[in-house]
């Protein structure tokens, strides 16, 4: 079957259309979008005044079978001086259709629904919609813009049926033209370039295998865990590389409290020699102000951390006030306007990241995320993983988020396996390829972009939007990768205010969409790891999927699930064990549940949580959940202050005098450690630090013995394996 087919689309009539006027009758019209066919509209010619308007007009557009075509029909009114209404919108899967096919559909009017957007166009000297460069300008006459001749160029997608529109410069004079490959048109010079692309020769790494760059840092860092194994669990041999298991540590958010805990946390693990059996290390929101402050020391794992521990004391209990000074006021404008003549979008979060880092620095910090390759590439320190959402303005954080995770190496996404290098995120690309390189961000902006706020989820529950499949005659054969036929009414006025209301999010931040002009493939609903991961109403609409877009918009990912654990989950990365640190406030128990419930919604592999009743009512300081040998083994250790109140270290009491030191209230949420807090006390500093330390080294035996566990099921099935290639040699 030819790869490029032609569509013929006969739109007939309607009946019973509803009124949209109150005076009149509809002025109907019907709107064709296909845009992995053409960038253009089509649609057909309105009749006035009908209820049962028959058009019987035919279209056609040239389509690719590999890339899923998801026809979009609206129905409008037609309005004289106000913008059109649209009625209603059917999304109808091409793949239903085989080549030679000829089928008769009708749509039965169901309003059931979810919003559309309608984007302005805006007419330029010469514009070419979903190009790249979308507008650009043609000098004619001696200061021609390129060399000699006067030369535009258009990058698009290939077999999209592009038009040219062309405004001449001083006439109110508005022209359309298509335009076949290779046409040279006009008496000037004005010559298109046609970029063809494929998977090879991208700027941009499509493929959900783990970069060359961390396959090689895994295979450095697995001898620093093999040794640091064989030295806290007293082997007598050295392990293989195949027999040294994957140990993670995740974090979650949760502000200054976080950051301080998770300081707590890892300098136990580092007197453990723990924190040198961890592979990978995790985190979202105020712990990535942690991981970041850290990995600008190169070799930070193999230093005491007390050291980095009293620099953050010093910035955590002084005043913050000196960061609104007149001073530095100025500096964030200059910041913000060198960045923005780089070529990045601004946002609020940009302002918040230039106030972090002068928060946490005594001058303001260079570094950028790839810099911080130098404290990996021998394998040193533990991977460090920022994890952030990819959301839509028009839909709450529950009905779309996309998983976004950085790395020295990559950034990209978990469900379409596309990834660029970190140094190039934030540039502009097309169709895979860097067509305008921006300076990579200083990561105290990241930082910026990863700040926790809370949302207000309760749209989804005051006006639902829902898709339902229609009833289309006849019946056709389903095929796996086929979506089913959408129906689609727009909302009405009231609805979309509070839809503006309930999914406004006051900080998010913008940055080039790497994605832009690729195309889903036609089956991409049978990918399993797209599957693994596929969780918002619009997966089954590829016209709606982020390829479309212009920008990423980014988020906390506590808009969603306070966590961190899902590029741990990568099954490329065959995580054993996970030491989950809990810095949440409120509930101990929500987010592990929250994210417990998904990985069983997604078929992700991942231990089971439940608590007894006893430890609903009193939580103790850790918990290993285990069940299963495709799931890792979880350590999970909640913010709660047990034994520490008796003892002062394990298994040494407190004595009287000590007692209040061991006080520490980090169940209120307000205070003293409320997530909005940006300055503590030494006192209340010292005390969490304390007690995160106290509770990793009090329950020792328990990480130790979920290492020994991993270890035996690692050398079982090694040996299993390698009995059975000798059976099968033999036999």
Known sequence: VPQLCWLTVKIIGMRNLRKADVLSQTDCYVKLWLPTASCQEART???????????????????????????????????????????????????????????????????????????????????????????????????????TSETTMFHYMKHSQPRLHMKLPKEHFFCGVCFVCGWKWLTGN?????????????????????????????????????????NVLHLDEDLQEDEVPVVAVMTTA????????????????????????????????????????????????????????????????????????????KYYEKELCERKQEGHKLSFTDLWGLFIDCMLHHQGSTQKLSDQQLAVNQGQNPLPIYLSLNVKDDFSTLDFKEWVEFTPYEVGFLKYGAFVRSEDFGSEFFMGHLMKKIP????????????????????????????????????????????????????????????????????????HNFLKGLQLHNKYLENERFHMWKDTVLDSSPNQLNAMDDYLKLVDTAFFINTSCPPILRPERKADVILHLNYSGGSQTLPLDLFSKYCLEHGIPFPSTELRQEDWEHLKECYVFEDSLEAPILAYFPLVCDTFQKY?????????????????????????????????SEENFNKLLNLCSYNILNNKHLILQALRTILKLRIAVKVKTYTQRVWKTQF
């Open 45 to 147: 010619r309105t009749v006035c005044n009908s209820r049962n308007p028959v058009w019987n007009e035919t279209f056609l557009f040239m389509i690719q079978r590999e890339v899923k075509n998801i026809l979009e029909l609206s129905v409008c009114d037609e309005d004289a001086f106000t913008p059109d209404d649209q009625l209603l919108t059917v999304s109808f899967d091409v793949a239903k259709v085989q080549p030679g096919e000829k089928v008769h559909l009708n749509f039965k009017l169901n309003p059931e629904v979810r919003n559309e957007k309608i984007g302005e166009v805006k007419d330029f000297t010469f514009t070419m919609e979903g190009s790249y460069e979308e507008t650009q300008d043609v000098s004619i006459g001696p200061c021609c813009r390129w060399g």
């Open 190 to 230: 004005v010559s298109f370039l046609f970029l063809f692309s494929s998977c090879k020769n991208l700027d941009l790494r499509l493929g959900f295998d783990l970069c060359a760059e961390e396959q090689d840092f895994v295979c450095k860092r697995k001898k620093v865990v093999a040794a640091a194994l064989k």
């Open 254 to 329: 949760g502000g200054v409290r976080s950051m301080t805990a998770m300081l707590g946390s890892l300098l136990a693990l580092q007197d453990l020699g723990v924190l040198d059996c961890v592979l990978y290390i995790s985190g979202l929101s105020a712990t990535t102000w942690t991981m970041a402050k850290l990995y600008e020391d190169a070799n930070w794992s193999r230093k005491d951390l007390r050291g980095p521990i009293g620099d953050i004391r010093k910035h955590v209990i002084k005043s913050k006030m000196h960061c609104f000074s007149l001073d530095h006021m």
């Open 440 to 511: 990579e961000s200083r990561i105290c902006f990241l930082e910026g972009d990863l700040l926790s706020i809370s949302e207000n989820h309760f749209y989804n529950y005051i006006i639902g939007h829902k898709e339902l499949p229609s009833n289309n005659y006849p019946a056709l054969p389903k095929k796996p990768h086929e979506q089913a036929t959408c129906l689609s009414v727009p909302k009405g006025c009231l609805s979309n205010t509070l839809r503006e209301m309930m999914t406004g999010r006051p900080v998010v931040s913008t940055y």
């Open 648 to 680: 002062k270290a394990p298994n040494v009491e407190r004595s009287p005098s000590e007692r209040e030191e061991g006080r520490v209230d980090v169940s209120n949420c307000i205070a003293p450690y409320g997530t909005g807090l940006l300055t503590y």
